[in-house]
Nanobody
Framework: QVQLVESGGGSVQAGGSLRLSCEAS????????MGWFRQTPGKDREFVAI????????LYTDSVKGRFTISRENVKNMVYLQMNDLKPEDTAVYYC??????????????????WGQGTQVTVAS
């Protein structure tokens, strides 16, 4: 089991930027893909981005392409989500998650076995 701790959320104006960080507790961090999801009240958790274990492949949901960048530093057990040009519709609780797989082709919520506690991102118009 992996313990994941997110940080970096907050409140910004539309057009602003935030960088979310997620630290993993377990050895072997470099053997599984990592993803970011987000959730708003009353809605299912939504996929945002995923990065493969070997850092050679990333995938994004259409609404964040060109604005968000996922990255990871395996030597530090860290994964990041750089969010630029934020919009009010990006407001949500953001979760990092550890995949059961090393590749980035499986990005349903059920493909991830460990989740962080979430960090709130609020974008004001």
């Amino acid at each position: 089991q992996v313990q994941l701790v997110e940080s970096g959320g907050g409140s910004v104006q539309a057009g602003g930027s935030l960088r979310l960080s997620c630290e993993a507790s377990r050895r072997g961090f470099g053997s599984y893909a990592m993803g970011w999801f987000r959730q708003t009240p009353g809605k299912d958790r939504e996929f945002v981005a995923i990065i493969s274990a070997s850092v050679d492949f990333t995938l994004y949901t259409d609404s964040v392409k060109g604005r968000f960048t996922i990255s990871r530093e395996n030597v530090k057990n860290m994964v990041y989500l750089q969010m630029n040009d934020l919009k009010p519709e990006d407001t949500a609780v953001y979760y990092c998650a550890a995949s059961y797989y090393s590749g980035a082709y499986n990005y349903l919520a059920s493909d991830f076995g460990d989740w962080g506690q979430g960090t709130q991102v609020t974008v004001a118009s």
